[in-house]
């Protein structure tokens, strides 16, 4: 009964919400996009093998009975999550899980989403020097920054969009200053993509409302064969691991304390990843935690490191 009236209450204030938006022809620099396609190359992590026993769907998603353990409390690499900025398929209003969107263009950004890429840039700096002023960092040895991302159109082209901002002068040089080695080729990640919304893909976005409410009350729930909030969990876990063992982040003389990875992903997989990575109670709760296009965070390991909690509300079409 109470999944019942809370699902009731958010749907209505879903539709209430609810706009359509008109679609505008794409109007970006082909100039620009050309010399970001070739500076950058998708490399792939799925190299290093997963030796998850877990059973999975048709659709490739774990069956999972249970959250999975806590992350090692001592990664090596620094994380920071970025959300995917403004994509054609937040401005039509509908859901985009699919999972052949892994190898297609649709849904990609905006001209918008393109700025609040590139403008993500000057926010991950902004983050990295704080973290160097509160001398969480011993000193200013050089670090090398590698950006992983789902293999979704909107998330690459948002790695790809951040990677030109950090070229832009102003950037260049705060990067310089803090002895930011930019690695010039973006990881393609599986285990980034966005979550699997099952029957409810490419449906309107207040349909949100049918699963967000049973997440906070059960992590477990597979209702309209969505992806649980368990086995997201799952997959992340599996991902940093991966990430954080790969020889690419093998400790030299110039990285002994580690890489900064920045991970570029979906609203839904990184609040996920952030309330699971703080050790949350209830990870299903992410919702009230929700990343702005082109929001980037560090992705802390306690829980006092999690933003304010705001109320479930319904997204708008176009964010």
């Not at 976005?205 to 064969?225: C, N, Q, R, S």
Request: aromatic share 8%; proline share 5%; net charge negative.
């Amino acid at each position: 009964m109470k999944i019942l009236i809370a699902t009731s209450l958010l749907l209505l204030n879903f539709v209430r919400g609810f706009n359509t938006f008109q679609r505008y022809p794409m109007t970006i620099n082909p100039n620009t996009k050309s010399r970001i396609r070739s500076s950058v190359t998708a490399l792939s992590s799925n190299e290093i093998s997963s030796e998850s026993e877990l059973e999975k769907t048709k659709d490739g998603v774990y069956i999972c009975k249970e959250m999975p353990p806590s992350l090692p409390a001592d990664l090596k690499n620094t994380y920071y999550l970025l959300r995917h900025g403004q994509s054609w398929g937040n401005v039509e209003g509908v859901i985009s899980s699919a999972r052949s969107l892994a190898t297609s263009e649709k849904h990609g950004l905006t001209p918008l989403g393109y700025d609040q890429g590139r403008a993500s840039a000057k926010e991950l700096l902004k983050l990295v020097q704080q973290k160097v002023q509160k001398s969480e960092v011993s000193d200013n040895k050089p670090k090398r920054v590698f950006f992983y991302s789902s293999p979704f159109a909107r998330a690459r082209q948002t790695a790809e969009a951040c990677l030109e901002g950090l070229s832009f002068d102003n950037n260049k040089k705060t990067a310089s200053e803090l002895n930011l080695n930019i690695q010039d080729d973006m990881i393609i990640e599986d285990g980034l993509m966005e979550r699997f919304f099952g029957n409810l893909d490419d449906q309107a976005i207040h349909t949100y409302a049918y699963v967000w409410p049973k997440d906070m009350l059960d992590p477990l729930h597979v209702g309209f064969e969505v992806e649980s909030v368990a086995a997201v969990s799952t997959r992340l876990r599996e991902t940093i691991l991966k990430i954080d063992q790969s020889p690419v982040h093998d400790s030299t003389d110039d990285n002994s304390e580690g890489d900064i990875v920045i991970l570029t992903s979906h609203a839904d997989v990184l609040q996920i990843m952030q309330l699971y990575a703080a050790g949350a109670e209830n990870v299903g709760k992410f919702s009230s935690y929700r990343f702005t296009n082109g929001e980037v965070r560090e992705m802390g390991r306690t829980v006092d490191t999690l933003p304010e909690p705001q109320p479930l509300e319904p997204p708008k079409a176009g964010t």
